[in-house]
């Protein structure tokens, strides 16, 4: 059985830093890529990165390039974000999951965890 544990999420206030974490198990998460989506209120999934299977590759969107870092260590099985210069736009729960057909950019994950919420307020 797939599952995924996303933890780390806080308030934070603006400017702010989280890590989060993912934590993998019931597939090969060392042959798969990952991703991280974002919900924020009232609003559609938003694809924020996505990781190769060995990590060496990254990719993010517009909006949180340079500040985002994606990362992965295969032995753990656990997907990483560190969130820096954190903006109130920020806001959302954030979910980890394999992106469909392994595609780059998009929000539509096969599977994805119950997600952990990050909230930038001052």
């Known amino acids: 059985e797939v599952q995924l544990v996303e933890s780390g999420g806080d308030l934070v206030q603006p400017g702010g830093s989280l890590r989060l974490s993912c934590a993998a198990s019931g597939f090969i998460f060392s042959k798969t890529f990952m991703s991280w989506v974002r919900q924020a209120p009232g609003k559609g999934l938003e694809w924020v990165s996505t990781v190769t299977p060995s990590g060496r590759s990254t990719f993010y969107a517009d909006s949180v390039k340079g500040r985002f870092t994606i990362s992965r260590d295969n032995a753990k099985n656990t997907l990483y974000l560190q969130l820096n210069d954190l903006k109130t736009e920020d806001t959302a729960v954030y979910y980890c999951?394999?992106?469909?057909?392994?595609?780059?950019?998009?929000?539509?994950?096969?599977?994805r965890g119950q997600g952990t919420q990050v909230t930038v307020s001052s």
């Open positions: 999951g394999q992106p469909v057909r392994s595609t780059i950019g998009t929000s539509d994950l096969e599977f």
